[in-house]
């Protein structure tokens, strides 16, 4: 069982930077490709941004792609998501999802994919 804990939402205005962390238990972290994604209300979970087991590979969504930024430090057992340029259309509640993978460098795009989410971290951009 992996449990994940989002931190760093809050209220910002619109241009301004929030980073997202998202803290993991257990030691199988190294072997789970992890992704973000954000769900606005009224609207379905949608992808972020998705990083690799090993950190080699990251990809975005075109919406986010040049403003936001996902690494992991496996030492830690952290995940992170800083995010740069806020627009108020980036305000949802925004999740880390973990995915047990045999390989190194796979990417993976769909919420139906991941095993494990967080609650949840609210982000709320005003302008």
């Known amino acids: 069982q992996v449990q994940l804990v989002e931190s760093g939402g809050g209220l910002v205005q619109a241009g301004g930077s929030l980073r997202l962390s998202c803290a993991t238990s257990g030691r199988s972290f190294s072997t789970h490709a992890m992704g973000w994604f954000r769900q606005a209300p009224g609207r379905e979970r949608e992808f972020v941004a998705v990083i690799s087991r090993s950190g080699s590979n990251t990809d975005y969504a075109d919406s986010v792609r040049g403003r936001f930024t996902i690494s992991r430090d496996n030492a830690k057992l952290t995940l992170y998501l800083q995010m740069r340029s806020l627009k108020p259309e980036d305000t949802a509640v925004y999740y880390c999802?973990?995915?047990?993978?045999?390989?190194?460098?796979?990417?993976?795009?769909?919420?139906?994919?991941?095993?494990?989410w967080g609650q949840g971290t609210q982000v709320t951009v005003f302008s």
């Open positions: 999802g973990s995915k047990a993978t045999p390989f190194v460098g796979s990417l993976y795009f769909e919420n139906t994919e991941y095993d494990y």
